[in-house]
T-cell receptor, first 112, second 110 residues
C-alpha cells in the first residue's frame, strides 16, 4: 500500500511530555501538509512542508509546535510540553494538488 | 474567514433515500472539494469541482457549485448504510492549504 502512512495511530502523553508524530508521504510526493482536528470540528491547516523546507507555517501555534521534513525519512510534527488542549487528531496529507490531497489515517493524541 | 460551513450539521435518512448536504464559503476559490470521514478514520477525497464548473458527477455522488452564491451541494443518491460518515467541504483559494468546514454527520438507517 503506497498511501500516506502515519504513526503512531494513537499516542498518549502526560502533560509536559513531548509528542512526536510521523508522516511518510505517498511515494513520489514531496509535499506534506499537517492538519489538526479538534473533537467535533473540521480540519484546520497547520503547516506545509517540502523536503527540507517549511513553505507555510501560518497555522502552527507560535510556541511548542515544530515540524520538519528532512531529506531522508518521514515528516515529523513535534509538540513539546504537551497540554490537555493539544488532544486532537493530527492528519498528514501529501500532494500534489489540485487533484485532491491524499490523507493518512491520522494520529490521535491524548494528553492526560 | 474563508472556512466553509456545511449545512445541516447532522442528517438522518432511511436507506435508499437521497441525502443532500450544502456548503457555503466566503471568498473566491480555485476549487472546492468534498471529503468523507468515517468515525475514527482518516479523510477520503470524494470529488473536486473547479470554479469554472457548475456540476460534476461521480457514481452516486453529484456536486454542484454556484460561485455567485458561494455555495456548493453534495447529493448522495440511493443512500446505503455504508454511507454513514461525516462529510466535509474544503475550499482551495490557491494558497498552500485547504479550509475545511465543520462537517455534516450523515446517518443512513438500514
Amino acid at each position: 500500500n503506497a498511501g500516506v502512512m502515519q504513526n503512531p495511530r494513537h499516542l498518549v502523553r502526560r502533560r509536559g511530555q513531548e509528542a512526536r508524530l510521523r508522516c511518510s508521504p505517498m511515494k513520489g510526493h514531496s509535499h506534506v501538509y499537517w492538519y489538526r482536528q479538534l473533537p467535533e470540528e473540521g480540519l484546520k491547516f497547520m503547516v506545509y512542508l517540502q523536503k527540507e523546507n517549511i513553505i507555510d507555517e501560518s497555522g502552527m501555534p507560535k510556541e511548542r509546535f515544530s515540524a520538519e521534513f528532512p531529506k531522508e525519512g518521514p515528516s515529523i510534527l513535534r509538540i513539546q510540553q504537551v497540554v490537555r488542549g493539544d488532544s486532537a487528531a493530527y492528519f498528514c496529507a501529501s500532494s500534489p494538488p489540485p487533484a485532491g490531497y491524499t490523507f493518512g489515517s491520522g494520529t490521535r493524541l491524548t494528553v492526560v | 474567514s474563508q472556512q466553509g460551513e456545511e449545512d445541516p450539521q447532522a442528517l438522518s435518512i432511511q436507506e435508499g433515500e437521497n441525502a443532500t448536504m450544502n456548503c457555503s464559503y466566503k471568498t473566491s476559490i480555485n476549487n472546492l472539494q468534498w471529503y468523507r470521514q468515517n468515525s475514527g478514520r482518516g479523510l477520503v477525497h470524494l470529488i473536486l469541482i473547479r470554479s469554472n464548473e457548475r456540476e460534476k458527477h461521480s457514481g452516486r455522488l453529484r456536486v454542484t457549485l454556484d460561485t455567485s452564491k458561494k455555495s456548493s451541494s453534495l447529493l448522495i443518491t440511493a443512500s446505503r448504510a455504508a454511507d454513514t460518515a461525516s462529510y466535509f467541504c474544503a475550499t482551495d483559494a490557491g494558497a498552500n492549504n485547504l479550509f475545511f468546514g465543520t462537517g455534516t454527520r450523515l446517518t443512513v438507517i438500514p
